[in-house]
């Protein structure tokens, strides 16, 4: 079955970097795109990052761009989200995304992501 396991989440300090992963399984990896989605306290979920399969193309939400990097590796099933110049607003549920694989979406967990000094 298809499983998604995020891990990198942390409290960073303003202006601080982090990074995070997501482990794909279940699925033929390269052949689909992935994204970067993310839910603040009592906001709805919003799409952060999206990669194509073979990382060709990336789409970044204007409230991130020049400051986040989506990448993927596709021999280690992994993509990837590199967060820089980290700002409180960007306080949030961070999850990974396989969109619509046969017929259904699929998210990882979940991980915090606290930007605070």
């Known amino acids: 079955q298809v499983q998604l396991v995020e891990s990198g989440g942390g409290l960073v300090q303003p202006g601080g970097s982090l990074r995070l992963s997501c482990v794909a399984s279940?699925?033929?990896?390269?052949?689909?795109?992935m994204s970067w989605h993310r839910q603040a306290p009592g906001k709805s979920r919003e799409v952060v990052a999206i990669?194509?399969?073979?990382?060709?193309?990336?789409m970044y939400a204007d409230s991130v761009k020049g400051r986040f990097t989506i990448s993927r590796d596709n021999a280690k099933n992994s993509v990837y989200l590199q967060m820089d110049s980290l700002k409180p607003e960007d306080t949030a549920v961070y999850y990974c995304?396989?969109?619509?694989?046969?017929?259904?979406?699929?998210w990882g967990q979940g991980t915090q992501v606290t930007v605070s000094s």
């Open positions: 995304k396989l969109g619509n694989y046969r017929g259904t979406n699929y």
């Open positions: 279940g699925f033929t990896f390269n052949d689909y795109g």
């Open positions: 990669i194509t399969y073979n990382g060709g193309g990336t």
